[in-house]
C-alpha cells in the first residue's frame, strides 16, 4: 500500500483526502498532513515537519498549500528520498528553487513530479518539444471573482466589469511571479513546452465566464493544435479548477497501478 503525505488541508487537500478514503485512488492511504502549529484537520494526523511525515511513513508527498510551502518545504523533502508532487507549480519561476530542488532531487535520488493540474495537452505540448516549438501561447480566462485579491485588481476594475478585460500579457514566468495564487498553469504550460521565458501569457477577466478557461495554442515542425479547458471551480475556492485535485489523485493512482496511461 502506497502511504502519502499532504501539506496543507484546504479547497485542494480536502476533497483529496475525501476522495482517496472513497477508495478512488486505489490501494493508497493517508499517512499525515503537514500543518503549520495550530492548524488541524480534523480527526486525521496532523504532523508539522517534514520528519514528521517520513515517520508516520509517508513515502511520497503531495503538496496543496502554495508557493510558499514549496519552497519551504521541497529541498529537504527531495534531499530525505521522498518523491514529491506539487499543485503550485508557480512556485518554480523562481530561478533559484527551481536549480536547488533540482539538485537535491538528483542528489538523493527522488523525483518531483508537476502533475498536469488544471489544464490537458500537456502530453502533446511536451512531445511537441522534442521535436522542437516554435511558439506557445497560454490564455486564462477567469470570471472577475476568481483574480479577487490578486494583481489583477489594481490593472482593471474587476467589481464594475461589464466585458471580457486582457489585462496581462507577458510571459509564463513574469505570470506566475506576478499571480503566484492564480497563474500555476502558466507555470505548467510553460515548464512542459518552450520554457517560462518563452510561453506567452494573457490573463483575461471575463463577466460572462461560467468557470475558469485555460486555453493553449502551440505551433512547431509536428503540427499545430488548440486546446480550451473550461473547468468548474471548487466550490471553497474559486480561483482553484476541480481538476487539480485529481490530477493529484491520478498522480496517486498512477503511482500502484499495473497500467499507466
Given at each position: ?6 501539506i496543507g ?18 490501494d ?10 495550530g ?111 490578486s ?15 486582457q ?12 499571480f ?9 504550460v ?28 502551440a505551433?512547431?515542425p ?34 500502484e ?5
Amino acid at each position: 500500500m502506497l502511504r502519502f503525505g499532504l501539506i496543507g488541508y484546504g479547497a485542494i487537500g480536502r476533497l483529496l483526502v475525501e476522495e482517496v478514503l472513497a477508495g478512488k485512488a486505489g490501494d493508497v492511504e493517508l499517512a499525515a498532513v503537514l500543518l503549520r502549529p495550530g492548524r488541524d484537520a480534523g480527526r486525521l494526523p496532523v504532523v508539522h515537519t517534514v520528519e514528521g511525515l517520513r515517520a508516520a511513513g509517508a513515502t511520497v508527498i503531495v503538496e496543496a498549500a502554495g508557493a510558499e510551502a514549496v519552497a519551504a518545504y521541497g529541498p529537504k523533502i527531495l534531499t530525505s528520498g521522498m518523491d514529491m508532487a506539487i499543485a503550485s507549480a508557480g512556485a518554480l519561476a523562481e530561478p533559484e528553487l527551481m536549480l536547488q530542488m533540482q539538485g537535491a532531487a538528483r542528489e538523493a535520488g527522488s523525483r518531483l513530479v508537476v502533475p498536469a493540474g488544471a489544464i490537458g495537452a500537456i502530453d502533446a505540448l511536451s512531445s511537441m518539444r522534442l521535436a522542437g516549438l516554435r511558439s506557445v501561447l497560454y490564455r486564462g480566462v477567469k470570471p472577475p471573482a476568481a483574480w479577487a485579491g490578486s494583481a489583477a485588481e489594481n490593472l482593471c476594475d474587476l467589481k464594475r466589469l461589464e466585458v471580457r478585460e486582457q489585462f496581462f500579457h507577458g510571459t509564463a514566468r513574469e505570470a506566475a511571479a506576478a499571480f503566484p495564487k492564480n497563474a500555476n498553469v502558466a507555470a505548467i504550460v510553460g515548464l512542459a513546452g518552450l520554457g517560462l521565458d518563452e510561453t506567452c501569457v494573457e490573463l483575461v477577466a471575463d463577466p460572462q465566464a461560467i468557470g475558469n478557461r485555460h486555453e493553449i495554442e502551440a505551433d512547431g515542425p509536428t503540427g499545430r493544435f488548440r486546446y480550451c479547458v473550461e473547468g468548474h471551480a471548487s466550490k471553497d475556492n474559486p480561483r482553484t479548477s476541480l481538476l487539480t485535485v485529481y490530477s493529484l489523485l491520478r498522480y496517486l493512482a498512477n503511482r500502484e497501478a499495473a497500467i499507466v496511461i
